[in-house]
């Protein structure tokens, strides 16, 4: 149940949010079952929303959505954060790459989270794209098939 597993992620990340006053707002438009390893789906779905998060400034929102189509699930975790320049974005899914590291220095990652995010989803025969705004904000998007 994908809007329950989304959920149990705001809960498990609601102290890191309200450290920073970010508010958290989930949305769905339906039940979402999906077949997934839940373990794996629950570790994508914290690495999105912790980016989120991390880049994120103090008071914005970041938004998670969950979409039934006629043949695609959609999950979406979308922040107002510092975003990333287009240059950076084909590099992002690379193990230990982090955009800036002078800049994200204080969120101290270590780079994995997205390339772990990216090798889950391929498993799942899912995929995931990245849309955004260097100084407005990120969108990632999972495309599960309805079969
Ligand atoms: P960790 O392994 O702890 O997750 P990390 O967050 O640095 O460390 P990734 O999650 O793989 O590593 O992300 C890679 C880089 O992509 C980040 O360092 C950051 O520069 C950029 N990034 C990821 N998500 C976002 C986002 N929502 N907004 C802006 N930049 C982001
Ligand atoms: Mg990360």
Redesign the pocket.
């Known amino acids: 149940d994908l809007n329950q597993l989304v959920d149990e992620v705001c809960l498990l990340l609601s102290q890191k949010a309200n450290k920073k006053s970010i508010h958290l707002e989930t949305q769905h438009n339906g039940e979402v079952v999906l077949q997934a390893d839940l373990n794996r789906m629950k570790q994508v779905i914290m690495?999105?929303v912790?980016?989120?998060i991390?880049?994120?400034p103090e008071g914005s929102r970041v938004e998670i959505s969950v979409q039934a189509n006629p043949d695609s699930y959609k999950l979406r975790?979308r922040?107002n954060?510092?975003?990333?320049a287009e240059k950076?974005v084909s590099r992002?899914?690379e193990r230990f790459?982090?955009?800036?590291k002078a800049?994200?220095r204080n969120?101290?990652?270590?780079?994995?989270?997205?390339?772990?995010?990216k090798h889950i989803i391929d498993l799942h025969h899912a995929t995931i794209d990245v849309d955004?705004v260097e100084g407005k904000?990120?969108t990632?998007t999972i495309t599960f098939p309805r079969v």
């Open positions: 690495n999105l912790a980016n989120a991390n880049y994120s975790v922040d954060g510092i975003g990333i950076e992002i899914f790459y982090r955009v800036d800049r994200s969120s101290g990652g270590t780079g994995l989270g997205l390339a772990i995010v955004s904000g990120t990632f």
